[in-house]
């Protein structure tokens, strides 16, 4: 494996644990009812903007074309409006679980636009890599005991429409901006990102930034709230860059199966969970997913094989 693919690797690997940590700590948050989901989202998206627009000025300046200013609004449309804003609108309407089990279909989603956009061969390799994947996941969310409760104003079937679409919008992302993502500085693409994601999510929340009473927050939810920012959103975005450089969509998308096995982690040291076998099992499941379709063979492996054969 060479340097630059291992540098991939444990970005993406990061960024899918802080991701993981994020749901307990915000959690923490969401307890203490000063904050709604919205507002939590709008300030990721403006605090990460600020520290990706002040990170940029130590750096040499770089110029991007209209045109690619226009593909950068997409992007952030994709990564970071579309799917985050479908998320929290979506799990407000379903339940936790459901939610939980749909976001597993992220990597699908990638394999298959990879193969569609970009080509990519789909291996039985790679198929059982992303099966084995999603039973882990999914046996460690089932076996974590949680039931549905319906709430006033639930709308599972939509809500979790909305979680699938949000999985779909981030599979397109990592598809459609893998090439894109060479061009620019991984400052340069975030700082833009995230203020056209800022901008457009400010109309939904600014009566509610506005009307929040910001002094009855405590210690824990401000630390909480400094993580979200922080670590799983500034350092997470750059992370997924770094690994969208080097690795294929599908391998990248997989990193996702790590987010429930480490909420699950932290909910068993903080006394909320415990470990029995079926934990286990998943663990080996999900990274063995890993490992089968980050082996499996790339266009490119294929291609030269294919031509080494015929020499």
Same mark, same amino acid.
């Given at each position: ?64 074309? %209209? ?37 597993? %279909? ?78 620019? %500085? ?87 969970? %415990? ?37």
């Amino acid at each position: 494996m060479e340097k630059s693919e291992l540098k991939g690797h444990a970005s993406m690997l990061g960024a899918n644990i802080m991701w993981g940590l994020m749901s307990p700590v915000a959690k923490v948050v969401m307890m203490g009812g000063a904050v709604t989901p919205l507002i939590v989202t709008d300030l990721r998206i403006g605090g990460a903007m600020i520290l990706f627009w002040i990170a940029s000025f130590f750096q040499k300046p770089e110029h991007v074309s %209209s045109k690619d200013m226009a593909r950068l609004f997409v992007a952030s449309l994709l990564a970071i409006v579309f799917n985050q804003g479908s998320f929290i609108f979506g799990v407000g309407m379903t339940s936790p679980v459901d939610a939980s089990i749909i976001t597993t %279909s992220m990597p699908l989603w990638a394999m298959l636009l990879a193969a569609i956009y970009l080509k990519e061969p789909i291996t039985g390799k790679k198929v059982l890599g992303i099966a084995a994947g999603a039973s882990g996941a999914l046996l460690l969310i089932l076996s974590s005991g949680q039931t549905s409760v319906v709430h006033e104003g639930d709308n599972h079937i939509l809500g979790d429409i909305l979680v699938l679409f949000a999985q779909f919008s981030y599979a397109c992302y990592l598809v459609f901006f893998k090439n894109f993502a060479a061009r620019y %500085s991984l400052l340069t693409i975030m700082k833009w990102m995230f203020t056209y994601a800022f901008i457009c999510a400010l109309p939904f929340s600014y009566s509610g930034l506005v009307e929040t009473n910001w002094a009855v927050l405590t210690s824990s939810e401000i630390v909480s709230l400094a993580y979200i920012v922080v670590g799983g959103t500034f350092l997470c975005y750059l992370f997924v860059v770094i690994g969208q450089k080097t690795l294929r969509p599908t391998v990248a998308g997989m990193y996702n199966y790590v987010q429930p096995l480490v909420a699950t982690i932290v909910a068993i040291l903080w006394g909320l969970d %415990s470990f029995n076998f079926l934990k286990i099992c998943s663990v080996i499941l999900i990274f063995g997913g890993v490992y089968l379709v980050t082996t499996s063979k790339s266009r490119a492996e294929l291609s030269r094989k294919e031509l080494a054969a015929d020499q």
